[in-house]
């Protein structure tokens, strides 16, 4: 079923038009394309009671080989309507065809069938315990779901981090009510229909829409919220502690990020220049991993900075299925002026800015859009506000540095800790130095390089747990100890 003009919620397998309306903001050209129906207390209430209702209804009867098929047919299904999908999210996002139909669409589906898999060989442990006085027994694990999980997703990556809970969640056995984020709520819709269409059973995802300050608030504040699992912002992780804290239920957070890249004079200068550029301008700067702090060594700094100078310039701004397009739009005027007020108060604070800067000129539709240049700037101290805190956008400052040990502990000094890139040949080098940064996610040579089993997640600001593989398989279930007298 196309999305028509009004995006509605999923309750307890019903799509649900609430009556209120958000309006949904194409950022190539900040046209109007749609409405959200904005869920009410209400809404959120049935869709909580719905979910609770389903865990003991046919889902819970369900074998984990039968669960996790159905999850491969959902899989199945978002491939065979991905053209749906890649045209929602572009209206959304306004980003790249390119990004979209080799990163965020195929994720998806790669999400659902790697969780499917992983929870059939997701096992217990079993101990014969002999104990001093000569007892006797068996101990064996049963992992239960956690119950109704609350997932909360951003903008930036819509459908990618969306599914990348909701999968494992499901896989787990557990109910969802997933709220993505208000910006970018389409391909959260067609995932309903995906799931509505291939027979999970109702109450089992549910799909709420809306404001997170109003109903996203509102949902992890819900007592009958099992767990909550939340990526997006550190200022909204914490208010989401503060609402959580309510009650007592696990909590998976994944936020923001002041990520660097260490650039060592002994790195192969070509993959370094092509990797930064990448690692910076992705996504028009709006991942969470995105570099936003480089440091070079001395010996290359000239050469370096000449390279990612040329390599910027190169970059295609445009429409996101024009040929060659590299940079859509930021994802809304309200980001826009929040990454240029970044880029003034670079300014103020005396950046020498080495290209970009501002905001490109079409002389069409797109300058009612949310563009923004890509952006090299240099000369400021580690400690000024722009290299302290998070912009989220195509943005990054370079600084040079002479050794190991400073840059370690320059790169370290941020209350964030998400991810690094380093670039070097050397790898006793790389090796001696990644795990001296303190971050989740360490790149050698590359950067946003994924397999899914591995652990993903952040320390200090950027996040509390790690989900990914057994990880996740570990965050969405809760193993119960079984001790039988033999
Ligand atoms: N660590 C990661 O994996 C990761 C991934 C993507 C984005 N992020 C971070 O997310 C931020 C950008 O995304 P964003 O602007 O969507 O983040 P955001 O925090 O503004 O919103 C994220 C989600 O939270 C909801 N929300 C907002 N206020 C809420 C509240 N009070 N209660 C409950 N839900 C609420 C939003 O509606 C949205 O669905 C950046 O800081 C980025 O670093 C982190
Ligand atoms: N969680 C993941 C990416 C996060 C990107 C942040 O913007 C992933 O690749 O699984």
Same mark, same amino acid.
């Given at each position: 079923?196309?999305?028509k003009?009004?995006?509605?919620?999923?309750?307890?397998?019903v799509f649900?038009d609430?009556?209120?309306? *958000?309006?949904?903001?194409?950022?190539?050209?900040?046209?109007?394309?749609?409405?959200?129906?904005?869920?009410?207390p209400?809404l959120?209430?049935?869709a909580?009671k719905?979910?609770?209702?389903?865990l003991?209804?046919?889902w819970?009867?369900?074998s984990?080989t039968?669960?996790?098929?159905l999850?491969?047919?959902?899989a199945?299904?978002?491939?065979?309507?991905?053209?749906?999908f890649i045209?929602?999210e572009?209206?959304d996002?306004?980003k790249?065809?390119?990004?979209?139909e080799?990163?965020?669409?195929?994720?998806?589906?790669?999400?659902?069938?790697?969780?499917?898999d992983?929870?059939?060989?997701?096992?217990?442990?079993?101990f014969?315990?002999e104990?001093?006085?000569?007892?006797?027994?068996?101990?064996?694990?049963?992992? &239960?779901?956690?119950?109704v999980?609350?997932?909360?997703?951003?903008w930036?990556?819509?459908?990618?981090l969306a #599914?990348?809970? *909701?999968?494992?969640?499901?896989?787990?056995?557990n109910?969802?009510?997933?709220?993505p984020? !208000?910006?970018?709520?389409? #391909?959260a #819709?067609?995932?309903?229909?995906v799931?509505?269409?291939v027979g999970v059973?109702? /109450?089992?995802?549910?799909?709420i829409?809306?404001?997170?300050?109003? *109903?996203?608030?509102y949902?992890?504040?819900?007592?009958?919220?099992?767990? %909550?699992?939340?990526?997006?912002?550190?200022?909204?992780?914490?208010?989401?502690m503060?609402?959580v804290s309510?009650?007592?239920?696990p909590?998976?957070?994944?936020?923001?990020?002041?990520?660097s890249?260490?650039v060592f004079?002994?790195?192969?200068?070509e993959?370094?220049?092509?990797?930064?550029?990448?690692?910076?301008?992705?996504?028009?700067?709006?991942v969470?991993l995105?570099?936003?702090?480089?440091?070079?060594?001395r010996?290359?700094a000239?050469?370096?900075?000449?390279?990612?100078?040329l390599?910027?310039?190169?970059i295609?701004?445009?429409?996101p &299925?024009? !040929? /060659?397009?590299?940079?859509g739009?930021?994802?809304? &005027?309200?980001?826009?002026?929040?990454?240029?007020?970044?880029?003034?108060?670079?300014?103020d604070? /005396?950046?020498?800015?080495?290209?970009?800067?501002?905001?490109?000129?079409?002389?069409? !539709?797109?300058?009612?859009?949310?563009?923004?240049e890509?952006?090299i +700037?240099?000369?400021?101290?580690d400690d000024?506000?722009?290299?302290q805190?998070?912009?989220f /956008?195509?943005?990054?400052?370079?600084?040079?540095?002479?050794? !190991?040990?400073?840059v370690?502990n320059?790169a370290?000094?941020t209350?964030?800790?998400?991810?690094?890139?380093i670039?070097?040949?050397n790898?006793?080098?790389?090796?001696?130095?990644?795990?001296?940064?303190? *971050?989740?996610?360490?790149?050698?040579?590359?950067?946003?390089?994924?397999?899914?089993? #591995?652990?993903?997640?952040? %320390?200090k600001?950027?996040?509390i747990g790690?989900?990914?593989?057994q990880?996740?398989?570990?965050?969405?279930?809760?193993?119960v100890? +079984?001790?039988i &007298?033999i």
């Open positions: 079923m196309a999305l003009n009004k995006l509605p919620c999923y309750v307890d397998g649900i609430s009556q209120h309306y *958000v309006n949904n903001i194409n950022p190539v050209n900040g046209q109007v394309i749609s409405q959200l129906c904005e869920a009410t209400e959120i209430d049935q909580v719905g979910a609770k209702a389903a003991k209804g046919p819970s009867k369900m984990v039968q669960r996790c098929d999850l491969h047919k959902v199945d299904r978002m491939i065979e309507r991905q053209d749906e045209e929602a572009i209206a996002t306004g790249s065809l390119f990004q979209i080799n990163i965020d669409i195929p994720r998806g589906a790669a999400n659902f069938k790697t969780f499917a992983m929870a059939k060989f997701h096992s217990g442990e079993t014969i315990t104990t001093a006085n000569g007892e006797k027994a068996l101990n064996y694990t049963v992992n &239960k779901p956690l119950g999980v609350a997932v909360i997703s951003p930036n990556l819509p459908l990618l #599914t990348w809970k *909701v999968a494992p969640a499901l896989a787990c056995g109910c969802v009510i997933l709220k984020s !208000e910006e970018t709520s389409s #391909t #819709t067609l995932l309903a229909q799931m509505d269409e059973p109702k /109450g089992v995802f549910n799909l829409l809306g404001r997170g300050s109003i *109903v996203g608030d949902l992890t504040g819900h007592s009958n919220v099992d767990a %909550v699992t939340f990526t997006g912002a550190s200022t909204t992780g914490q208010h989401i503060k609402s309510q009650g007592v239920k909590i998976s957070f994944e936020l923001g990020g002041k990520n890249a260490i004079n002994d790195a192969d200068l993959k370094a220049i092509t990797g930064v550029t990448r690692s910076t301008f992705t996504n028009c700067g709006q969470c995105c570099t936003e702090k480089v440091f070079v060594h010996d290359i000239q050469a370096f900075i000449h390279g990612l100078k390599a910027a310039s190169k295609k701004i445009g429409y &299925k024009e !040929e /060659g397009v590299f940079l739009p930021l994802v809304s &005027k309200a980001h826009q002026e929040k990454v240029l007020s970044y880029y003034q108060l670079a300014k604070e /005396g950046a020498e800015f080495i290209y970009g800067g501002g905001v490109p000129n079409f002389g069409d !539709e797109r300058d009612n859009g949310s563009y923004i890509p952006t +700037i240099t000369g400021l101290d000024s506000r722009v290299n805190e998070e912009i /956008g195509p943005i990054c400052h370079i600084s040079v540095f002479d050794d !190991e040990d400073e370690i320059r370290n000094t209350d964030y800790g998400l991810a690094a890139a670039w070097t040949e790898l006793s080098r790389a090796h001696r130095v990644a795990p001296q940064l303190d *971050v989740g996610i360490v790149w050698i040579n590359t950067w946003f390089l994924r397999d899914l089993r #591995t652990a993903f997640g952040g %320390v600001l950027s996040g790690r989900e990914g593989g990880h996740s398989m570990s965050f969405y279930s809760e193993p100890n +079984i001790c &007298k």
